[in-house]
């Protein structure tokens, strides 16, 4: 499958180490496969992509269909070295992920549903938090948090790309998240920075890097991370950790310190299919390399015994009434905001509660006195900006509608040249066979699928498309 040779040199320390979880045999393997081919894949995105055109859009990504990625829920493929899925309008219209195959499995293994409040602790960039985000198909909310702010910046804009608006985004200490959201949620994803063992065929600088910093510079700050996220665990809730790296101590280790720290703690099996691996503790999982067609990551179920509570309903109901009060004040003061929603097609007053902050309006996935004094980055889905007398809609709303959710817009064909023109920035000039409606604010699609907005004036489509979003 893998025809490249390539050559990567291992340190002793670390050899002798995997010489002792693996044995001689499946260390040759290791070793053998080290020398082969890395694997690329990419991660459709569910919110966007339908059945009838998943076919076409693999095509345009130029991934090999015939071959999903067997854990990622039938949503992940590979693509070859020669593929660049990210050279297509397809990736700025936000249908697809980059993400290396193994890492498909903890977004896919955490059970995560609708109407969840799901926090992924360590995000950015993004790869498994598009993922969850998707899984809960609008309903409920994630919170993505990273410690480092420009990292988090990236993060939300895969986010928003993907088209997800249930989102709060925070760039903090994992202790002041647990002192404001204790006992709050209901999946957690615990993805923690590592020695990256994994990683070594893919990124072989990270060889040098566990030299210099190997899994003792991990250990602290994943129990920190650990003990954190199980601190904001519901009783019933799910916790998965993972890890890009084998080394015991960063992985199994850590497992079997968290649940005598917190004995309501229990460690769930992950079902041992595809060629996963069952970890020593008989319950986690490694993806090797030589075993499955993955770079590698650890990953660990845990439940935290209890039952989730069951006033959700009935939260749900008053909430739906406070929404509703909440958007019809909104809307009665607001009402540039309240023209402008005339455009839209879909019912985004049902979908959260409106809030302004400094000419910026937001559609919030929980009310605004809930939201606790932490570092956001974003607080849901920002509609737009109230100026004088008119309404500016964001990127992130152009990317969270539908074609058919905007009363004017432009359809341009992914091949035809003005679609990566408006994705750089430019004025383009559009014509009667791709362009609906009247002037004003007009979505701009491709193949039907929207990339952004324009201001339009006759044919002339003024680009509003955001400068840190452009074609590069
Ligand atoms: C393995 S990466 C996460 C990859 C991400 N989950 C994805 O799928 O794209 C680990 C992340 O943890 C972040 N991190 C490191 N220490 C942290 C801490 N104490 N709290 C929160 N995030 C942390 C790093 O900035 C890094 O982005």
Same mark, same amino acid.
């Given at each position: 499958?893998? +025809?490249?040779?390539?050559?990567?040199?291992?340190?002793?320390?670390?050899?002798?180490?995997?010489?002792?979880?693996?044995?001689?045999?499946?260390?040759?393997?290791?070793?053998?496969?080290?020398? *082969?081919?890395?694997?690329?894949?990419?991660?459709?995105?569910?919110?966007?992509?339908?059945?009838?055109?998943?076919?076409?859009?693999?095509?345009?990504?130029?991934?090999?269909?015939?071959?999903?990625?067997?854990?990622?829920?039938?949503?992940?493929?590979?693509? *070859?070295?020669?593929?660049?899925?990210?050279?297509?309008?397809?990736?700025?219209?936000?249908?697809?992920?980059?993400? *290396?195959?193994?890492?498909?499995?903890?977004?896919?293994?955490?059970?995560?549903?609708?109407?969840?409040?799901?926090?992924?602790?360590?995000?950015?960039?993004?790869?498994?938090?598009?993922?969850?985000?998707?899984?809960?198909?609008?309903?409920?909310?994630?919170?993505?948090?990273?410690?480092?702010?420009?990292?988090?910046?990236?993060?939300?804009?895969?986010?928003?790309?993907?088209?997800?608006?249930?989102?709060?985004?925070?760039?903090?200490?994992?202790?002041?998240?647990?002192?404001?959201?204790?006992?709050?949620?209901?999946?957690?994803?615990?993805?923690?920075?590592?020695?990256?063992?994994?990683?070594?065929?893919?990124?072989?600088?990270?060889?040098?890097?566990?030299?210099?910093?190997?899994?003792?510079?991990?250990?602290?700050?994943?129990?920190?991370?650990?003990?954190?996220?199980?601190?904001?665990?519901?009783?019933?809730?799910?916790?998965?950790?993972?890890?890009?790296?084998?080394? &015991?101590?960063?992985?199994?280790?850590?497992?079997?310190?968290?649940?005598?720290?917190?004995?309501?703690?229990?460690?769930?099996?992950?079902?041992?299919?595809?060629?996963?691996?069952?970890?020593?503790?008989?319950?986690?999982?490694?993806?090797?390399?030589?075993?499955?067609?993955?770079?590698?990551?650890?990953?660990?179920?845990?439940?935290?015994?209890?039952?989730?509570?069951?006033?959700?309903?009935?939260?749900?109901?008053?909430?739906?009434?406070?929404?509703?009060?909440?958007?019809?004040?909104?809307?009665?003061?607001?009402?540039?905001?309240?023209?402008?929603?005339?455009?839209?097609?879909?019912?985004? &007053?049902?979908?959260?509660?409106?809030?302004?902050?400094?000419?910026?309006?937001?559609?919030?996935?929980?009310?605004?006195?809930?939201?606790?004094?932490?570092?956001?980055?974003?607080?849901?889905?920002?509609?737009?900006?109230?100026?004088?007398?008119?309404?500016?809609?964001?990127?992130?709303? =152009?990317?969270?509608?539908?074609?058919?959710?905007?009363?004017?817009?432009?359809?341009?064909?992914?091949?035809?040249?003005?679609?990566?023109?408006?994705?750089?920035?430019?004025?383009?000039? =559009?014509?009667?066979?791709?362009?609906?409606?009247?002037?004003?604010?007009?979505?701009?699609?491709?193949?039907?699928? +929207?990339?952004?907005?324009?201001?339009?004036?006759?044919?002339?489509?003024?680009?509003?498309?955001?400068?840190?979003?452009?074609?590069?």
């Amino acid at each position: 499958m893998n +025809p490249e040779k390539k050559s990567i040199e291992l340190p002793e320390k670390y050899m002798e180490k995997m010489r002792r979880l693996l044995g001689e045999t499946e260390l040759k393997a290791y070793l053998t496969c080290m020398e *082969e081919e890395t694997f690329r894949g990419i991660r459709l995105n569910p919110l966007k992509v339908t059945e009838d055109c998943r076919a076409g859009v693999l095509s345009s990504a130029d991934a090999r269909t015939e071959e999903p990625v067997p854990w990622s829920d039938s949503l992940g493929y590979y693509y *070859e070295k020669t593929g660049m899925p990210a050279r297509h309008p397809y990736y700025y219209g936000g249908l697809y992920y980059l993400q *290396e195959p193994s890492a498909m499995a903890p977004g896919a293994i955490l059970p995560v549903e609708p109407g969840d409040r799901v926090l992924d602790l360590c995000a950015a960039p993004g790869g498994k938090s598009t993922q969850l985000g998707a899984r809960l198909a609008g309903s409920g909310f994630l919170l993505s948090n990273d410690i480092s702010a420009s990292r988090a910046n990236g993060l939300l804009k895969n986010l928003e790309r993907f088209g997800i608006g249930n989102i709060l985004v925070s760039s903090e200490e994992p202790e002041r998240l647990l002192h404001n959201f204790p006992v709050y949620f209901d999946k957690i994803l615990v993805d923690a920075p590592c020695s990256g063992e994994g990683m070594f065929r893919r990124e072989p600088s990270m060889i040098r890097s566990w030299t210099e910093k190997g899994p003792e510079h991990y250990i602290p700050i994943q129990k920190e991370l650990l003990r954190c996220a199980c601190g904001m665990l519901k009783p019933g809730g799910m916790l998965l950790y993972s890890t890009c790296t084998f080394a &015991e101590e960063e992985d199994e280790d850590n497992i079997e310190w968290i649940c005598e720290e917190i004995p309501e703690l229990e460690p769930v099996p992950v079902p041992l299919k595809y060629g996963f691996v069952q970890g020593s503790d008989g319950a986690s999982i490694r993806l090797f390399p030589w075993r499955l067609s993955g770079e590698g990551h650890f990953l660990s179920l845990l439940r935290k015994k209890g039952s989730p509570d069951f006033d959700s309903r009935e939260t749900r109901q008053a909430c739906s009434a406070d929404m509703e009060k909440n958007n019809r004040d909104f809307l009665k003061k607001r009402e540039e905001l309240a023209g402008f929603l005339k455009l839209v097609h879909r019912p985004v &007053e049902k979908e959260g509660y409106f809030w302004e902050r400094e000419g910026q309006v937001y559609l919030l996935p929980i009310p605004r006195e809930k939201l606790p004094p932490i570092r956001f980055l974003r607080t849901g889905l920002l509609l737009g900006t109230l100026k004088k007398n008119r309404f500016e809609p964001s990127q992130a709303l =152009a990317m969270y509608l539908k074609k058919e959710e905007f009363e004017n817009g432009v359809d341009f064909p992914s091949e035809d040249l003005r679609t990566v023109k408006y994705l750089k920035g430019e004025t383009v000039e =559009a014509d009667n066979a791709v362009i609906w409606g009247k002037d004003g604010w007009c979505l701009v699609c491709t193949d039907g699928y +929207p990339l952004g907005f324009a201001k339009r004036s006759r044919m002339t489509l003024k680009n509003k498309y955001y400068p840190g979003w452009r074609w590069q």
